[in-house]
T-cell receptor, first 115, second 112 residues
Framework: DTGVSQDPRHKITKRGQNVTFRCDPISEHNRLYWYRQTLGQGPEFLTYFQNEAQLEKSRLLSDRFSAERPKGSFSTLEIQRTEQGDSAMYLC?????????????FGPGTRLTVL | GDSVTQMEGPVTLSEEAFLTINCTYTATGYPSLFWYVQYPGEGLQLLLKATKADDKGSNKGFEATYRKETTSFHLEKGSVQVSDSAVYFCALSHQGAQKLVFGQGTRLTINP
């Protein structure tokens, strides 16, 4: 399967702990996006990369959040000092190009529960 | 800022019924419009898209027409099947921003 993969699929952590998620996009896709989805809501944009460059960050991405895509392939999203409000599904998507109509392919998501 | 509003769910229909899920948007300029679907236990998948006014996107019997005058992109299907049960998301994207702005989603259940 050559789709977008995310790891882990589920993460339970205690408040105050740090967590890191990984996303492997479709090979040769230049764009990589992170979204957050809470229960009963649509995904909300967090940040995106063009190759290794992080080009936009949402206001939702507080100082406790950091994302990297060091070699323009996989990406990591780290949340420091987790809070209960961080509990959500974290989605990764990738696209071949950067056009507004380019299809974004989504991974299965990482479900984070902060106790 | 940009926003997308979908009809409230959940929506429950019988098999072979006609489906409409309303979607309206607020945006500057001329965004591209999308419908994504999330089947139980699966990730989001693109269902259809339209990139300019009056374009009609279609796939798997679903259709939606980009109406700029009413800022709408309603999803329709003439005869739904049990396998269409899923959560449907309307979304938009701008050429400059590329990020997707989603509606809140509409859960659809089709009973046999």
């Amino acid at each position: 399967d050559t789709g977008v993969s995310q790891d882990p699929r589920h993460k339970i952590t205690k408040r105050g702990q740090n967590v890191t998620f990984r996303c492997d996009p479709i090979s040769e896709h230049n764009r990589l996006y992170w979204y957050r989805q809470t229960l009963g809501q649509g995904p909300e944009f967090l940040t995106y990369f063009q190759n290794e460059a992080q080009l936009e960050k949402s206001r939702l991405l507080s100082d406790r959040f950091s994302a990297e895509r060091p070699k323009g392939s996989f990406s990591t999203l780290e949340i420091q000092r987790t809070e209960q409000g961080d509990s959500a599904m974290y989605l990764c998507a990738s696209s071949l190009g950067g056009g507004a109509s380019d299809e974004q392919f989504f991974g299965p998501g990482t479900r984070l529960t902060v106790l | 800022g940009d926003s997308v509003t979908q009809m409230e769910g959940p929506v429950t229909l019988s098999e072979e019924a006609f489906l409409t899920i309303n979607c309206t948007y607020t945006a500057t300029g001329y965004p591209s419009l999308f419908w994504y679907v999330q089947y139980p236990g699966e990730g989001l998948q693109l269902l259809l898209k339209a990139t300019k006014a009056d374009d009609k996107g279609s796939n798997k019997g679903f259709e939606a027409t980009y109406r700029k005058e009413t800022t709408s992109f309603h999803l329709e299907k003439g005869s739904v099947q049990v396998s269409d049960s899923a959560v449907y998301f309307c979304a938009l994207s701008h050429q400059g921003a590329q990020k997707l702005v989603f509606g809140q989603g509409t859960r659809l259940t089709i009973n046999p």
